[in-house]
């Protein structure tokens, strides 16, 4: 029996390899699975900055086509209104010379005409179109005795009265009117010079001297300065 090799052949050597080669390899895997992983999650944070921010400009255009379908809405609103309201302007201007005629011929009327049959029926058709142009939102501009304002009265001539303040309508030749809050045709009035400057009357809180004094100044930068910003807002 002392002759027998007690030394370990290669066959029994191998599984104590086997276990060392696992050992040893496990760590690297894991390295590599970890490294891996690593630039998965860059990838994805990368992929979520983006989607972000495609969703920030998606949402800012959603927000302004919002914004633009509202102003349209708007705008198509106002141009309705405007289209009720003032629709009417081209016809109205012509039906106003029809009521200076009408209003012409009562004043002219002699004394002893103004009880017939004719009058009476002309003075009714006068009233009726007031009526019709008080439905309308269209209302005689009052003039005489009022301020000179070049938005409603255009100055034809004027008048030497120093014992009138400057700058008031002393005359009308023609009624002005108004649709709503627009200028429909204005006042032609004759003004009065030569008396002091228009004071406008004290209200509870007194205004600037300026603006007691705007009329006049108005009046006083020309009747074609007047007569120009008549014609633009007509």
Do not use: C
Not at 174 to 195: F, S, W
């Amino acid at each position: 029996m002392s002759g027998e090799n007690t030394q370990a052949t290669p066959a029994e050597n191998d599984p104590v390899t086997e276990e060392v080669t696992i050992e040893e390899g496990a760590p690297q895997e894991t390295l590599d699975a970890d490294v891996q992983g690593f630039g998965e999650d860059a990838n994805a944070n990368k992929r979520i900055a983006q989607l972000e921010a495609e969703l920030e400009e998606t949402k800012g255009k959603w927000l302004r086509a919002v914004a633009e379908e509202q102003n349209i809405r708007r705008r198509a609103e106002r141009e309705k209104q405007d289209a009720l309201k003032y629709g009417v302007t081209n016809f109205a201007r012509e039906m106003v010379s029809v009521a200076d005629n009408l209003r012409r011929a009562l004043e002219s009327t002699p004394d002893d005409m103004k009880d017939t049959d004719v009058i009476k029926g002309v003075d009714m058709t006068e009233r009726e179109l007031q009526n019709a142009f008080k439905k309308a939102g269209i209302k005689r501009v009052e003039a005489a005795g009022q301020p000179f304002d070049h938005n409603l009265h255009q100055a034809m001539f004027e008048v030497n009265d120093p014992s009138q303040p400057a700058g008031l309508v002393a005359q009308v030749m023609q009624d002005g009117y108004v649709i709503h809050d627009r200028l429909l045709r204005p006042a032609m009035v004759g003004v009065t010079k030569g008396g002091p400057k228009y004071e406008a009357p004290q209200a509870d809180s007194a205004p600037s001297e300026e603006a007691s004094s705007a009329t006049t100044e108005a009046y006083e930068a020309g009747n074609d300065e007047a007569g120009a910003n008549l014609d633009q807002e007509t």
